[in-house]
């Protein structure tokens, strides 16, 4: 058996407020514990979006009552609300920019309302960017403007991972994550995936975008999943929203590279617990841990899963490792595939809970 940290997947899509018929916060955070991540880190495109007040009192409201491994929430940046956000700073993990076409209703164009962002935001407080392409070049210009550091979520490209490498050789302070689907999954999947299904931003990039990022590890900071669930319904119809559930396939396909030996069982460590803990400037979790049956081979099934997205990309992949049980502050909360936190006992990594009360 081997025994791991409490992961940290520093960028999930919960989904509540406004669509808990794709995930609500005790399925979104089963699906974590069942995937062995302790601690969920959660985007603020939510319905209405967390970039006030009363947005982010709903999505910790529902987190509070339903969590059932330790949560944090992002706020999202809008193009009116850089004069508010330092007042709900202390509350959240960090402030989100989306600078490329997404799912939900924020994004922001005009490099003024960045700047803007840039300049009111608490200085000791991270800024995660979806940024893509000539956009993460952009973010890298500003962090050296500003002298601060930015975060880059679901990096996809090789293009994109050589500027950030260059950008920290010159000690300019960017990290990046990487989700799972970009270093698994290409071009070349799209058509057993079919269009619908295929939909994911970034879109999933090519063979050669892969191998990069693999020959590049050691400038990829951390692992996370970028969890957004959508029904499969949803996923084979009209305007298919973008987006792949991963909380549950993350390490099992991690594990089994491991096997392949593309990578180490620190590497993933390093990338799925102890960076993120230490760029969001997270509590430690005490007495928590997970143990995985590192030769378990099993098939992944999208129906067999704990999110509301009853699907998969992976669907019919062959890996090896699971997990058998995790613990949580001395609690065991998951074990041989079943939850045993009750909804509500997740903590917030954040204590200035100040608008629940
Ligand atoms: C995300 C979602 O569905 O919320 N979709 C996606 O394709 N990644 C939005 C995002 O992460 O940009
Ligand atoms: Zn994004
Ligand atoms: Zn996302």
Known sequence: ?????????????????????KEDWDTGTQAALAGGATTVLAMPNTNPPVTDKAGLKLAQTAASEKARCDWGLYL?????????????????????????????????DDMRHWMTHFET????LPIV???????????????????????????????????????????IPVTCEVAPHHLFLNTDFLE???????????????????AFLWENLEFIDCFATDH????????????????FPGLET????????????????????????????????????PETWIEVDENAEWTIRGAEQFTKAQWTPFEGWRVTGKVERVVLRGETVFREGKILAAPGSGVPVKSGESALR
């Open 1 to 21: 058996m081997l025994k791991l940290p409490g992961l940290i997947d520093v960028h999930v899509h919960m989904r509540e407020p406004g669509a808990a018929h």
């Open 76 to 108: 999202g940046a809008g193009a009116d609300n850089a004069g508010s956000t330092v007042d709900l700073a202390k509350e959240v993990v960090g402030l989100k920019m989306y600078l490329n076409q997404t799912y939900g209703p924020l994004r922001l």
């Open 121 to 124: 935001w608490p200085a000791d």
């Open 129 to 171: 960017a979806h940024a893509e392409g000539h956009t993460v070049a952009a973010m890298v210009l500003l962090a050296e403007l500003f002298n601060r550091p930015v975060h880059i979520a679901h990096l996809a490209k090789a293009d994109e991972l050589a500027i950030i490498r260059k950008a920290k050789e010159r000690g």
């Open 192 to 210: 057993k995936l079919g269009p619908g299904p295929g939909e994911v931003r970034p879109r999933l990039a090519s063979p050669a975008d892969n």
């Open 228 to 243: 957004a669930p959508h029904t499969v319904a949803e996923k084979r119809g009209e305007n298919p929203p973008p987006g």
């Open 250 to 285: 993350a390490l099992p396909l991690l594990l089994t590279a491991v096997r392949e030996e593309k990578l180490t069982v620190d590497d993933i460590s390093l990338r799925y617990h102890t960076n993120p803990e230490k760029l969001f400037n997270l509590p430690s979790q």
